[in-house]
């Protein structure tokens, strides 16, 4: 099955999702709007919400609560790619110029500290400690992740595992917990949740194996 099939069948949640993603990055801050705007249509593939999407799915939930946890998977992926693009002093990102190329990184960097506090505030919304949990402990891992990053990129003596443990941490760590906490919306048992989380663990790594291999 390729991608535009998985798609189609939560075309309908994909589309709710955007729509939550654009009325939570409005703001009466004018470059806020802008820059969000920017990022979110810049052709992103949404690959990690979908796999939300069809984790809940798997899992057999039937609410809503899903939507609103994917998007917040995606707001926080969004203010990764605005830290990173400045950390790299990345030019171009999706054949189309960065957020900081066009109006700076101090932009850039505050846009991104708006879009990771307003994931927060989502998170508080739902009102479950369980995802406050999980997501505030995925996001520590991806900054963890961005450092070490940061200390392999200019050693010729980095090894695979440094690399992996990379790219497990900045990467996988968040699809990882979207799985994770699709799976518990539905109130599955203890190993199913388990395994969605590992399913999403290593699905996140061969995404970024393969990213980067095509960079």
């Not at 798609?7 to 729509?19: F, G, S, T, W």
């Not at 998007?71 to 400045?86: G, K, M, R």
């Not at 505030?121 to 505030?136: A, I, K, N, T």
């Not at 590992?198 to 990213?211: C, E, M, S």
Request: one cysteine or more.
């Amino acid at each position: 099955m390729d991608l535009a099939a998985m798609r189609a069948i939560v075309a309908d949640d994909l589309q709710a999702v955007n729509e939550i993603i654009l009325r939570r990055l409005s703001s009466d801050v004018v470059l806020i709007n802008q820059v969000g705007q920017h990022i979110v249509y810049s052709g992103g593939k949404r690959v990690r919400p979908l796999v939300v999407l069809l984790a809940a799915r798997a899992a057999g939930y039937r609410g809503n609560r899903h939507l609103d946890l994917a998007a917040i998977i995606e707001l926080i992926h969004t203010a990764t790619l605005l830290h990173d693009d400045v950390v790299d002093d990345s030019q171009m990102r999706r054949n189309q110029e960065t957020a900081n190329a066009l109006w700076g990184n101090e932009a850039s960097v505050l846009v991104g500290d708006f879009i990771y506090s307003r994931s927060f505030q989502m998170m508080v919304s739902m009102d479950s400690m369980r995802v406050m949990e999980v997501l505030s402990h995925a996001t520590n891992r991806i900054a963890e992740g961005e450092v070490l990053q940061l200390l392999n990129c200019n050693d010729p003596d980095t090894t695979n595992e440094r690399y992996l443990e990379v790219i497990r941490r900045k990467t996988a760590t968040l699809f990882e917990a979207g799985t994770r906490l699709a799976a518990s919306l539905a109130e599955v048992t203890a190993a199913q949740e388990q395994a969605a989380a590992d399913f999403g663990l290593h699905l996140g790594v061969a995404f970024q194996l393969a990213d980067d291999a095509l960079d």
